[in-house]
């Protein structure tokens, strides 16, 4: 049975940066096309980072990019997401998960991550 844990949101002021991390278990991230997204309040779930098995090549929405870098880590079952100059617009849960068709995600959903963006 596929898990997926997220971790390492918190409250953080504009400007600042945080590290997410996602444990999977009954899954080797690395076989999959992975991706990191949020839900803010009263919006729909989106993608905003991915990553291919290659580890190489990597996409960004355009809200996020050149702010949030998406990576690996170095054991088969974890992943992470870099967030620089976070922006009150982050707030949001994020989550991680095995990318599907239609970019939805592929396996069950965690409980996610809250980061709060305030002053």
């Known amino acids: 049975q596929v898990q997926l844990a997220e971790s390492g949101g918190g409250l953080v002021q504009p400007g600042g940066s945080l590290r997410l991390s996602c444990a999977a278990s009954?899954?080797?991230?690395?076989?999959?096309?992975m991706g990191w997204y949020r839900q803010a309040p009263g919006k729909q779930r989106e993608l905003v980072a991915s990553i291919m098995p290659d580890d190489r090549t990597t996409n960004y929405a355009p809200s996020v990019r050149g702010r949030f870098t998406i990576s690996r880590g170095a054991g088969e079952n974890t992943m992470y997401l870099q967030i620089h100059i976070l922006k009150p617009e982050d707030t949001a849960v994020y989550y991680c998960n095995a990318i599907g068709a239609g970019a939805t995600g592929l396996f069950r959903w965690g409980q996610g991550t809250q980061v709060t963006v305030s002053s």
């Open positions: 009954g899954l080797t991230p690395r076989n999959y096309q």
